[in-house]
């Protein structure tokens, strides 16, 4: 499977090298426009994963943690794209490793730039473990995701209280799915990990990017918060909140 997927990513980014040495030179942007083609779909292999936990969910919220099989074989799929995700980023650092140290040197280098990335992918992804894979953020998100929200139908008897973490805790009692930025329902939660508080995923993304443009930090707008600076890697989309939301829209009759 992994040299399937290499084979396909060296022919599709070096295919527009020609043969002549004098002309490679002039096609490393060319390389470097189509690796950035294939970073992107790292996009849709997380809203894949994203989608194979909100399925894990659906069936949590439905039979419990009674079907195991199923949710074991939503577990090899995210690992699966959780495989396939660090394989792009390997390819990518071989691609970006070959040509910084392909330029240093003769034009008839470059005749084996091929052949250098195919070398220096399978040296880095023989370095990635299971244990990688397993560390992969969706991945770890999915196995939290289900965990919560297998919890939320159970009471303090039968899970001791404990084992209730401060997250499903809040999770358990929160019935404002406000907003804090748009003052409306939110559509897809996100977290920010340091305090704790949500937000609609387009506005405050958009809300960092505006503050970032501008060279300024931005602040969480929960009141109270003393966060100062919200980046977007403190963010996490919250699935199981994302679920409770939808939920509290069917049983109120809203669509």
């Known amino acids: ?16 090298i020609p043969a002549a040495p004098f002309l490679l030179k002039m096609s490393l942007s060319t390389v470097q426009s189509t690796v950035s083609t294939l970073k992107s779909c790292q996009t849709d292999i997380a809203a894949c994963m994203d989608m194979i936990s909100d399925v894990a969910l659906g069936i949590v919220e439905a039979q419990g943690m ?40 003769p034009p008839e280098a ?12 399978t040296e880095l992804m023989a370095g990635v473990s299971d244990t990688d894979l397993q560390r992969h953020s969706k991945v770890v998100a999915f196995k939290d995701s289900v965990r919560k929200y297998a919890m939320q139908g159970q009471t303090p008897d039968e899970n001791e209280e404990e084992e209730l973490d401060e997250d499903i805790a809040v999770t ?24 704790n508080h949500y937000y609609d995923q387009v506005a405050v993304l958009e809300m960092i990017k505006c503050k ?33 939301i939808q939920n509290h829209k069917r049983q109120s009759g809203k669509t």
């Open 1 to 16: 499977m992994i040299k399937l997927h290499v084979c396909l990513w060296v022919e599709f980014v070096f295919i527009s």
């Open 66 to 105: 009674d079907n195991s099989s199923a949710l074991k074989k939503l577990e090899d799929m995210i690992l699966e794209c959780s495989r396939l995700d660090r394989e792009i980023n390997c390819f990518v650092d071989s691609v970006d490793e070959m040509t910084a140290q392909v330029t240093q040197e």
């Open 110 to 121: 470059m005749v084996n730039l091929r052949n250098s990335v195919k070398g220096r992918f």
């Open 172 to 195: 358990q009692s929160q019935t404002n799915f406000i907003c804090p930025l748009t003052q409306v329902e939110m559509v897809n939660p996100m977290k920010n990990k340091k305090c």
């Open 212 to 244: 970032h443009k501008n060279r300024k930090t931005f602040r969480c707008p929960k009141v109270g918060c003393d966060n100062k600076d919200v980046r977007e890697s403190d963010l996490e989309l919250d699935l199981v909140m994302k679920r409770m």
